[in-house]
């Protein structure tokens, strides 16, 4: 009986996917098609792009519209880092990829 | 943006990165699913593969030589024994507009990827050749620079069509083209460095991408652990630009009501499909010449008429759609307030404005030293930016998001 127990639930738990400690996310890539021409070589450069959504978007909505109705001024750069960016977690990833070797082309929130 | 040699991507996100030929070009891209780092939570990555869908949207006629206009042979785009066509000159495009040649104090940015390695050598020439005033340009590569690609890709001839059409209307403007090292993801890094740096008062995105195919392209992402499927990651910068005052234009597309994509429903370009974003379409241009003759590049013009830039039968694209001005209704993005009231729309409706896009009544543009007939709706876009940039230049102050009332609808 615990034996048989014991291997019903090892069949259900194969079916529950391994959580990979380190990631976070599924990754989606475009559709490929094409013939395999071997690997890219290990000196090629690779940008990579990061961007960081807004803090509120609901209200970068809202404001947009505001402005674009010419209901309330511009907004300055100043003012928009301080509304939207964060900077805190700019930060933390230029931190990140520079401990592990990347060459941080550009950032715009903190200079 | 930050950059890394192959391998040390490849470690990062645990995957390698294989090259790829599809069709003739070459692409590299992830051989196993990546593995995205805990540190990179609720961001967007991009640039894992450099495989794009976004195209410029110019179509080069030809180019002029000694005998005339020499059509273009690649792509084969010609039927039949006959060609004829008609192309303009600055002064003949700013007759044509009612434009007073201005710009001062207005900083034009115009994004394109890779760039055009003879740029400043053109701007020279087509100053010269047009008696134009010297141009105020800044060339800013994000990223890597290899203005060599543009050669191969096309972007040369997009670029310099570009900025000479900014030129042409704005004559006295700063212009920075912002050149993105690649014609994918690093096209939205260029937009994010303009907004984030206020850089410009005018943008103009002569290039998209069909909505239809967004799902495929690897645009779309979680936000906050919301899926957001098939929703371009990037619409939120052009929020940030239009709260910041920034006039944003694209071009709606040179494939008409399909996109060049195949649907029975109909297909519009993103970022020309944005909220945010005055959408620019095509037309046929034709002159009322008073003085001086357009085969000579002397005459003196005002509007004769224009009319949307559809099919012409000699004419041919090899593909599900025909070479005319793109536009429809997005698929992605509901009606904006400022077309509710006024089309009665559910969806977004595109292009807001149009302007001359026929490569038959195109611009002459310097490519690589050679004058170049060139249309598309990457030309009505910089056209527009220019004469907004005019506007501004006389006002004295930016306009911001043109759409909404009292500019556009209203």
């Not at chain 1, 019903?8 to 400690?21: A, D, E, N």
């Not at chain 2, 201005?102 to 050749?129: C, H, M, R, W």
């Not at chain 2, 089309?343 to 170049?372: F, K, S």
């Amino acid at each position: 009986m615990k034996v048989s127990l014991i291997v019903i639930g090892l069949v259900i738990m194969s079916s529950i996917p391994v959580i990979q400690s380190t990631a976070y996310a599924q990754y989606y890539g475009p559709q490929f098609q094409g013939i395999s021409q071997g690997s890219l070589p290990e000196s090629a450069g690779v940008c990579i792009s990061v961007f960081i959504p807004p803090k509120d978007m609901n209200y970068l909505l809202l404001l947009a519209q505001e402005v674009g109705n010419h209901q309330i001024k511009l907004l300055n750069r100043t003012q928009l880092i301080s509304l939207f960016g964060n900077v805190e977690e700019e930060a933390n990833l230029v931190h990140y990829f520079k401990s592990k070797g990347f060459h941080v082309v550009y950032r715009v929130l903190s200079h | 943006m930050v950059l890394a040699n192959a391998s040390l991507v490849e470690q990062v996100f645990q995957t390698k990165l294989g090259l790829f030929n599809d069709q003739g070009e070459i692409y590299y891209r992830p051989l196993t699913p990546p593995v995205v780092p805990l540190q990179l939570e609720g961001v967007l990555i991009a640039g894992l593969t450099n495989f794009t869908q976004i195209m410029p949207e110019d179509i080069v006629l030809g180019r002029l030589g000694t005998q005339g206009l020499i059509p273009s042979t690649s792509p084969t785009n010609y039927y039949g024994f006959q060609f004829s066509a008609l192309y303009y000159t600055p002064q003949e495009l700013q007759g044509a507009y009612n434009v007073t040649p201005a710009g001062k104090n207005v900083t034009v940015a115009v994004i394109d990827a890779y760039g055009d390695p003879e740029l400043v050598q053109d701007l020279k020439s087509f100053d010269i050749q047009f008696h134009l005033p010297p141009i105020n340009l800044t060339i800013l590569p994000v990223g890597a620079y290899h203005p060599i690609f543009g050669i191969f890709s096309g972007w040369d001839a997009e670029t310099a069509l570009d900025v000479e059409a900014v030129h042409t209307m704005a004559p006295y403007a700063h212009v920075i083209a912002v050149i993105a090292s690649n014609p994918g993801a690093a096209l939205f890094n260029a937009v994010d460095l303009v907004v984030s740096e206020d850089l410009a008062q005018v943008v103009s995105m002569s290039w998209g991408l069909p909505e239809n195919v967004i799902g495929a392209s690897g645009f779309y992402a979680y936000f906050q652990g919301m899926s957001t499927p098939n929703y371009p990651f990037l619409d939120y910068y052009f929020a940030l630009g239009a709260a910041e005052g920034i006039t944003f234009f694209a071009s709606s597309g040179d494939t008409g009501a399909y996109d060049g994509t195949t649907t029975t429903y109909g297909g519009v370009n993103f970022p020309a499909s944005s909220p945010f974003v005055t959408a620019v379409g095509g037309t046929s241009l034709y002159l009322n010449v008073t003085k001086g003759s357009l085969e000579n590049k002397n005459a003196s013009a005002n509007y004769g008429f224009e009319t949307a830039w559809s099919v012409l039968p000699q004419y041919f694209y090899p593909s599900v759609s025909s070479v005319s001005s793109g536009g429809g209704m997005s698929t992605l993005f509901p009606a904006p307030w400022y077309q509710i009231k006024y089309l009665h729309a559910n969806m977004r409706e595109l292009p807001d404005v149009a302007a001359d896009a026929n490569p038959y009544t195109g611009m002459i543009v310097y490519v690589e030293g050679v004058q170049e007939v060139i249309g598309g709706t990457s030309l009505a876009s910089p056209l527009w930016a220019g004469m907004i940039a005019d506007a501004e230049s006389v006002l004295g102050h930016p306009l911001g998001l043109l759409n909404p009332a009292p500019i556009l609808y209203s």
